[in-house]
Structure formats: C-alpha cells, structure tokens
C-alpha cells in the first residue's frame, strides 16, 4: 500500500473517536432528521424494499446501529432490520445458500440505511477522517437500498469465523489487499467476496465487509424510516 495511504489509515484511527464522541450528537441527529435529502436525478426504479429476513430466515443479523455498539456510540435505528432493494435481496438469498453448501452462514451488520442516518454520520465526524463516509450531497448506496455489510458465521459451531480487522474499522486492516495478521482470516475475507461477486455484488477496496449490488443505479436516494417501509 501507498504509504500515504498507510499514513491517513493511522490518522484516521487517532483521529475519528474524538468527533464520535461528540457531545452534540443528539443535536446533529435532530438536524439530519429534519434535513431533505440532495435533489438527484429521478431514478428508474421505484423502491422495493424487502426485509432480508422474511425471504431467507436464516440469515443472521447483528445490526450494530440499532446498539450502540458502533462508531458513534450511540443507536441511530429505532429497529434491528435489514432491507435491501428486492434484486439485491434475492440475490443475498443465492449467495447465503451457497456459503451454507460450505459451512458457513452470512451474518448482516448494516443494508438500507435513511439518508439522515448518513447525514449524521458525516456531521459527527471530523472533516480530516471523512475519507470512511459518505457525502450526503450524494447519498450512499446504503441509503438506495442496494448495500450490504456482513461478515460470516461458521454453521458447526455457530461463532463468527476471523476477519483481517473489525467491523467499521478504520485501518488499513479492512483493505480488500491487506496481507497482514492470520492467513486464515484472510481466507474468510476472501471467501465472502468470492461468494459475493458471483452473485452481482461489487467489493469495495477499503471496507471488506461492504458490497454493493449491480442494481443500485436504477434505485434513488430514499429517507423512509424502518417503520415506514411495511412487512413485505
Ligand atoms: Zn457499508
């Protein structure tokens, strides 16, 4: 890796708690929730949202934004759902089956997420470390319904396997091209993005648990609350 790169990663880990931390976090919240999301272009596609759970039960979930176990330290979704736009969905659905074929299952840590949940995340982070969040003058591909972070749990004995690094870890260890720590961790990463990109998601280089699906230009920008999307 670059040693800029390198260089932002060590920053970015000393740098990010300071402003997550914020004490004006319940009023950057309130300020995003009455915000309008950016006019975009009308998108192709109406939204479709499914809950992941309801096509494929087995699917775990570990939706670290409805705890406060995440880089905020503090919950920012009112329910622990996940919901993705129905193609990116089913197309979960085929690669949890496959991983199963090989003992593993896949476990979600964050799919549609509203566009002032992304506003809140790049307010309460210091402008230096906003190289790991979204512009929400663009939106993410989070709040068009089409991302998913995940990682896998092993079916034998029902444990999260090893990864490179953490979750939402803002180093050089989530790189999709880290060659560091346990070979075998590394092999869990590359297993999930395998699985992954055979079923139309895209990897992406610096966050190994975040995929986006191919579908994701056709959908908009949504701000819908878990509440507002219903039980389909
Ligand atoms: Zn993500």
Not at 168 to 180: A, F, N, T
Not at 196 to 221: I, N, R, T
């Amino acid at each position: 890796m670059p040693l800029l790169r390198s260089l932002r990663s060590l920053l970015l880990v000393a740098a990010l708690p300071l402003g997550a931390q914020s004490a004006d976090l319940p009023r950057i919240i309130a300020q995003a929730r009455a915000a309008a999301p950016p006019v975009l272009p009308q998108p192709r596609r109406a939204p479709d949202l499914v809950d992941v759970t309801r096509l494929d039960p087995s699917l775990r979930l570990d939706l670290r934004y409805a705890t406060a176990d995440n880089f905020l330290h503090a919950q920012v979704y009112t329910q622990a759902k996940a919901f993705l736009q129905r193609p990116a969905a089913e197309a979960l659905v085929r690669v949890n089956r496959d991983l199963k074929a090989r003992g593993y299952v896949l476990r979600i840590h964050d799919a549609y997420r509203p566009w002032w949940v992304t506003k809140v995340f790049w307010d309460a982070t210091p402008p230096a470390s906003r190289a790991y969040v979204a512009d929400p003058a663009r939106g993410s591909i989070h709040n068009r319904g089409c991302a998913v972070d995940l990682d896998l749990v092993n079916l034998a004995d029902g444990q999260p396997v090893s990864m490179p690094g953490d979750y939402d870890e803002m180093s050089e260890r989530s790189h999709l091209d880290y060659q560091g720590g346990p070979a075998e961790a590394r092999q869990h990463r590359d297993l999930l993005r395998t699985a992954m990109e055979a079923q139309g998601f895209k990897a992406l280089a610096e966050e190994w648990w975040h995929y986006d699906h191919a579908s994701s230009p056709e959908y908009g920008v949504l701000n819908l609350a878990f509440e507002a999307i219903g039980g389909h």
